[in-house]
Structures are given as C-alpha cells and as structure tokens.
Nanobody, 116 residues
Framework: QVQLVESGGGLVQAGGSLRLSCATPGRAFSSLSMGWFRQAPGQEREFVARINWSATVTSYADSVKGRFTISRDNAKNTVYLQMNSLKPEDTAVYYC?????????WGQGTQVTVSS
C-alpha cells in the first residue's frame, strides 16, 4: 500500500490558522488531481478541496469556501491546505488523497482541533 503522509495539524483557537502539508511518494502524483478530505468524530469522511495536476483549477466544499486554500508544489511532491478563520466545526482528522480518492492511498491523517 502506498501511503500519503499528512502533517501540520494541531490545536488552535477559533479564528486561527494552520497549514497542512501532504507528502506524496513520487513524481507520478504530480500528474494527478489531488484532494483534501476530513472526518469528524462519528461522521463520514467528507470532501474539503481539490486541485488539478497543474494547479490551474481548484474547488472547495461550501463549508470552507473563502477560508481554505489548496495548493501544490510538484517539484517538492507536496500538496498544501492553508486554513484560515478556523471554526470549531472544522475539528477533524484531515487526509489527502487523489481526487477522486483511491482507497489504496489513505494515510494516517493529521488531527486539527479548533477550540472555541
């Protein structure tokens, strides 16, 4: 199994910011659309944001639109998620994957906790 490695999570107060990173294992991923997903306790995993291979097209869940920004650096094999104006309801484990997601690539995720 190929795992993507997420990092950058933590505990932050409401209104704060975090930047998540996702390290992909090789250049093969630079030609794929990538996405961020999250799963809150007791809830299904949900889509957060996606970016195409050339970073020219992005899309977001309505709940994060205007607050989160997805980006990528193909030279570094890394995908980012800049999260601003965080809310308690953003608390979840955040995962990256291809978009659409491939079950073969789910990693451990990174925990984001937003306190009120």
């Amino acid at each position: 199994q190929v795992q993507l490695v997420e990092s950058g999570g933590g505990l932050v107060q409401a209104g704060g910011s975090l930047r998540l990173s996702c390290a992909t294992p090789g250049r093969a991923f630079s030609s794929l659309s990538m996405g961020w997903f999250r799963q809150a306790p007791g809830q299904e995993r949900e889509f957060v944001a996606r970016i195409n291979w050339s970073a020219t097209v992005t899309s977001y869940a309505d709940s994060v639109k205007g607050r989160f920004t997805i980006s990528r650096d193909n030279a570094k094999n890394t995908v980012y998620l800049q999260m601003n104006s965080l809310k308690p309801e953003d608390t979840a484990v955040y995962y990256c994957n291809t978009h659409p997601p491939n079950n073969y690539y789910w990693g451990q995720g990174t925990q984001v906790t937003v306190s009120s």
